[in-house]
């Protein structure tokens, strides 16, 4: 617990950070800033020694840790609204929201609006941190390696199997008994009112590709994999690192 404590405690927080830097004109924060910062961030991070993170194997806890430490190495230097976790997204000026994962197993949860997220994407994109986490028992210190830093625009954060699906059947003249039936076999959580709205949404404006695994929950459950492999090659997918 002492461990625990000491995590959260040592990063400034992003109010702190706001607070100290009043008397400075800061930037406004833009996507593009916003990636070049989040790659500068990796960078450096992958070579911290951080003492908190020794022995720490709760993976929220040190995705807690690396968001807040990004927050405030942002507002050191540009000025942007902040969300947290009881407003929504992270960065809502931008419509952004910060992912931390391990490479173990890249995947994070995120609210659950309404199944059309899954066809037509979660409504804003993603800043995703993946990391390996090592100890080093001579410095007594925790090291996150930032193995890949993906910017997924929102127009990409549909689900894979769920477009890539849609647009097959709409390529074979599909109906709307046909998609209605694709709904109900993908397990879509929608009742027989929503699912024919849906149908007729998608027969009018088909989705486009999403590039992330979106599984059926309380909260979404989404999985990286393939954002990560497709980074840099696919429109919408900004490798980072």
């Known amino acids: 617990m002492r461990k625990m404590l000491g995590l959260f405690s040592k990063p400034a927080t992003v109010k702190t950070k706001i607070l100290s830097m009043t008397s400075?004109?800061?930037?406004n924060l833009t996507i593009a800033?916003?990636?070049?910062?989040?790659?500068?961030?990796?960078?450096?991070?992958?070579?911290?020694?951080?003492?908190?993170?020794?022995?720490?194997?709760d993976g929220?806890?040190?995705?807690?840790?690396?968001?807040?430490?990004?927050?405030?190495?942002?507002?050191?230097?540009?000025?942007?609204?902040?969300?947290?976790s009881a407003k929504g997204i992270d960065i809502p000026s931008l419509d952004v929201d910060i992912k931390v994962t391990s490479i173990t197993q890249p995947q994070s949860?995120?609210?659950?609006?309404?199944?059309?997220?899954?066809i037509y994407g979660l409504g804003y994109s993603l800043l995703v941190f993946v990391y390996e986490k090592?100890?080093?028992?001579?410095?007594?210190?925790?090291q996150l390696q930032i193995r890949h830093t993906v910017f997924i625009q929102k127009e990409q954060t549909a689900d894979y199997q769920?477009?890539?699906?849609?647009?097959?059947?709409?390529?074979?003249?599909?109906?709307?008994?046909?998609?209605?039936?694709?709904?109900?076999?993908?397990?879509?959580?929608?009742?027989?009112?929503?699912?024919?709205?849906?149908?007729?949404?998608?027969?009018t404006s088909p989705p486009k590709i999403g590039y992330l695994t979106i599984s059926n929950a309380l909260q979404w459950r989404l999985q990286y994999s393939r954002a990560i492999e497709q980074a840099g090659t696919v429109a919408g997918l900004v490798r980072l690192v």
């Open 60 to 84: 929220k806890a040190v995705g807690t840790y690396l968001e807040h430490k990004f927050q405030a190495f942002l507002a050191g230097r540009y000025d942007y609204s902040h969300g947290n």
């Open 162 to 203: 769920t477009t890539s699906g849609l647009l097959a059947l709409l390529k074979n003249n599909a109906n709307r008994d046909d998609i209605t039936a694709f709904f109900s076999e993908r397990a879509l959580p929608l009742d027989d009112i929503a699912a024919t709205a849906l149908a007729d949404e998608v027969l």
């Open 134 to 142: 090592h100890d080093d028992d001579r410095r007594k210190a925790g």
């Open 33 to 57: 800033s916003l990636q070049s910062e989040a790659r500068k961030f990796a960078m450096e991070e992958s070579v911290h020694f951080e003492k908190s993170l020794f022995g720490v194997t």
């Open 109 to 118: 949860s995120c609210p659950f609006k309404n199944a059309r997220q899954k």
């Open 24 to 27: 400075r004109k800061l930037s």
